[in-house]
């Protein structure tokens, strides 16, 4: 969300984050206000650096009218992933969520929320019940960009905060 780090259209005094990290329903609300996102082929890519940026002449696509906020239990979450595709999750991110290379992340003290990323899946490994996510930082963390969350305990409060957008 490079063009809305500093834009919160229901709250001037809070800020989406930029590079900070940031919350996932004021993008949701610039995402809704520019009616659309450019595509990664006319904007660039993500470059990890706050500041200005320009839509102008851009052609913007996923415009929203809305978005809904999931229930927080898992039965709700499969049910939105299923029927909405993949989900924005909120979660918290402790010191070795940045050293992921495999397996499926847990901690017992992540912290606070901080970080927003993809909801694309959910299975078992070795009987460890996960949620797979698509993070922002790349292929080079993580499984090429993946990563598997423990579904126990509401791990990293991923359930907390998940969105899907209504498209217009």
């Known amino acids: 969300m490079d063009c809305c780090w500093k834009l919160n259209f229901e709250d001037q005094n809070q800020t989406v984050g930029g ?5 996932t329903e ?15 082929v006319d904007y660039g890519n993500y470059k990890e650096i706050n500041g200005r940026c320009s839509m102008s002449g851009m ?3 996923a ?18 992933l299923y029927h909405h595709g993949p989900l924005a999750v909120s979660i918290a991110t402790p ?3 940045e ?15 901080d970080h927003t990323v993809l909801l694309v899946g959910y299975g078992t490994l ?5 949620w797979t996510i698509k993070n922002s930082w790349g292929e080079g963390w993580g499984l090429r960009g993946f990563g598997l969350i423990s579904a126990a305990n509401d791990n ?13």
């Open 156 to 168: 990293l409060s991923l359930l907390e905060e998940v969105y899907y957008p209504v498209l217009e």
């Open 26 to 40: 004021p993008a949701m609300d610039c995402i809704k206000h520019y009616r659309g996102v450019p595509m990664t």
């Open 59 to 61: 052609k913007l696509v």
């Open 126 to 130: 070795d009987g460890v019940d996960y």
């Open 99 to 113: 050293y992921y290379v495999n397996g499926v992340i847990s901690a017992d003290n992540p912290g606070p929320i």
């Open 63 to 80: 415009p929203i009218k809305s978005f809904v906020h999931v229930a927080q239990n898992k039965d709700a979450v499969k049910v939105a």
């Open 19 to 23: 590079c900070q990290g940031g919350f």
């Open 95 to 97: 010191w070795q969520f």
